[in-house]
């Protein structure tokens, strides 16, 4: 069965600092991997994926997000935090194999990013 | 990405009556999602709605209680009947584009639900 964790409810960084929000999944075949971020009273933005090729993935805002095969990870990284990135992170997953009306998302539970001044 | 836009934004309904909320999307797309999230939570899906044909749901989700329409490539609309305080919650649509050699999912704003 397919599945995604999200290990951390919270997490608390200082601004300036580094963030890393962690995802780890689990799917039969080669996985699909999403980032998308909700701020506050507003809807989900896709942040980046991982497909194939490269493990580290840019996106938006400037995260990014490091596909490790061998620990079945995808963590969303940025180098210096900005309190503006302060939200409800998720990550999801699809099953490369599945098409149709199989294609769905299999989405983490979230992980809340607050970032301090 | 795609301009994806939801009406009504929120709204407060009594229980037993039902509402429809729209989801309207600026270019044609194949296929489109309906999502309910509690604020702070995850998404549940509720349904996936493929143009010309009916829509698929997920485990407890029913044609019933969640009628959905798909009249064209660009819109859709949910209904939920005959409502209960449960069924206050956020309610997102979601269309899926082709890019860079996969279908990424975009969402609308939601449509945020109080049933009293």
């Known amino acids: 069965a397919q599945s995604v964790a999200q290990p951390e409810d919270q997490v608390n960084v200082a601004e300036g600092n580094p963030l890393t929000v962690k995802c780890t999944y689990s799917v039969s075949g080669n996985p699909y991997l999403f980032w998308y971020v909700q701020y506050p009273n507003r809807g989900l933005q896709f942040l980046l994926k991982y497909i194939t090729g490269d493990n580290l993935v840019k996106g938006s805002y400037g995260f990014e997000a490091e596909f490790n095969k061998s620990q079945t990870s995808f963590h969303l990284k940025k180098p210096s935090a900005l309190v503006s990135d302060s939200a409800l992170y998720f990550c999801a997953v699809r099953d490369m194999r599945n098409a149709g009306n199989n294609r769905k998302l299999i989405w983490g539970l979230g992980t809340s990013l607050a970032v301090n001044p | 990405s795609a301009v994806i836009s939801q009406k009504p934004s929120r709204d407060i309904c009594q229980r037993g009556t039902s509402l429809t909320i729209q989801c309207q999307v600026d270019?044609?797309?194949?296929?489109m999602f309906w999502y309910r999230q509690q604020p702070g939570q995850s998404l549940t899906l509720i349904a996936t709605a493929n143009q010309g044909s009916e829509a698929t749901y997920e485990s407890g989700f029913v044609i019933d209680k969640f009628p959905i329409s798909r009249p064209n490539l660009t819109f859709s609309t949910l209904t939920v009947s005959n409502m209960s305080p449960e069924d206050s919650s956020i309610y997102l649509c979601?269309?899926?584009?082709?890019?860079?050699?996969?279908?990424?999912?975009?969402f609308g704003p939601g449509t945020r639900l109080t049933v009293l």
């Open positions: 979601s269309v899926e584009i082709r890019a860079r050699g996969t279908d990424t999912q975009y």
């Open positions: 270019s044609q797309v194949t296929m």
